[in-house]
Nanobody, 121 residues
Framework: QVHLVESGGGLVQPGGSLRLSCAAS????????MAWFRRAPGKRQLLVAD???????SYADSVKGRFTISRDDAKNTMYLQMYSLKPEDTAVYYC???????????????WGQGTQVTVSS
């Protein structure tokens, strides 16, 4: 089994920066894909960014150019570096991972507890 632990959330002013971390622990062979989702009150869950074990990344249009996703496989940790934060970025951010999954029809089978990011003056 795998446990994902998130950290780094908090309160920041518009235009500020924040870095989220997600550390994976437990027994596994491969983390094929990791992603950051976010959920704000009254809005649907959004796939913010994701990264594969090959380093391929993708981003939601609303965060392109401002957020950077990365992973450190030696530490089994994923990061989301956020710059130029806007009030609309306020949400609970969740770490998710596809671990030891088939490459076809795989699912995010592990999730973190979520960390609150609040962007406000």
């Amino acid at each position: 089994q795998v446990h994902l632990v998130e950290s780094g959330g908090g309160l920041v002013q518009p235009g500020g920066s924040l870095r989220l971390s997600c550390a994976a622990s437990g027994s596994f062979v491969n983390i094929n894909r990791m992603a950051w989702f976010r959920r704000a009150p009254g809005k649907r869950q959004l796939l913010v960014a994701d990264i594969t074990d090959g380093g391929r990344t993708s981003y939601a249009d609303s965060v392109k150019g401002r957020f950077t996703i990365s992973r450190d496989d030696a530490k089994n940790t994923m990061y989301l570096q956020m710059y130029s934060l806007k009030p609309e970025d306020t949400a609970v951010y969740y770490c998710a991972a596809e671990i030891d999954q088939p490459y076809i029809d795989s699912v995010f089978n592990y999730w973190g507890q979520g960390t609150q990011v609040t962007v406000s003056s």
